[in-house]
């Protein structure tokens, strides 16, 4: 039979050729019989305690750089979260500023757009009164496409577009951008001890092995 990994107070650099010796033992198991089954459980048994002993031995470093971790990240917060609340104040006044700057943008493109349309219709006018054409009223129209830029610049900041969405009906919503709620099927079926009967989920009872060390 294999080899059973067994744990007493090792030295941590021991730790690897017990644990290559447990993978090793693990790939070779084979169960053919009730003996080899309690064989192997024991063989997990020690595995398990392989892992525990080194968890708690690491435990006081790990909990140790998670402190000063917690540490840090507080005085980081402490110094920024009064900066961050400025930042999104000035944010949201920038942004209003250059949205209105924007706004009387397009407004001066279109009047100037109209201006250059009435012009031309002027001249498409003078022209057929000038000829006695009147088939000259029939030309179209091109206005060349008129582009001024927003005055609103300033060094580092600039715009991108963000595209957004509402959810207005989520009863029109196509089936393919619905996500299905694992987590809650999850509570329900495990609440009722998988007795539940939920249309298009496939519900059953299983065995799940738990080894104590």
Avoid at 11 to 27: E, G, H, Q, R
Avoid at 32 to 49: Q, W
Avoid at 154 to 177: K, M, Q
Avoid at 183 to 199: D, M
Wanted: a neutral charge.
């Amino acid at each position: 039979m294999n080899e059973l990994v067994t744990v007493a107070e090792i030295d941590i650099s021991a730790a690897t050729p017990k644990i290559n010796n447990f993978v090793l033992c693990a790939k070779s198991t084979t169960i053919e019989d009730d003996e080899h089954y309690r064989s192997a459980s024991e063989l997990l048994r020690g595995g398990k305690r392989l892992r525990k002993y080194i968890e708690e031995f690491y435990k006081p470093t790990k909990d140790a750089l998670n402190d000063a971790k917690n540490k840090l990240m507080q005085a980081i917060k402490a110094h920024t979260a009064l900066l961050a609340e400025g930042e999104k104040i000035l944010i949201v006044k920038i942004s209003e500023y250059h949205a209105q700057k924007e706004k009387e943008r397009r407004e001066r493109e279109r009047k100037l757009q109209e201006e250059m349309k009435k012009k031309q219709e002027d001249a498409l006018l003078e022209e057929a009164e000038r000829t006695q054409d009147e088939s000259i009223l029939d030309r179209q129209i091109i206005t060349p496409a008129i582009k001024i830029e927003n005055s609103a610049k300033a060094e580092g900041v600039s715009y991108r577009d963000v595209y957004c969405y509402e959810i207005v009906d989520p009863e029109l919503i196509p089936r393919e951008y619905l996500m299905v709620d694992d987590k809650k099927i999850g509570q329900i079926v495990r609440a009722t001890k998988a007795t539940i009967n939920i249309p298009g989920v496939k519900v059953w009872k299983d065995k799940s092995t738990v080894i104590r060390t």
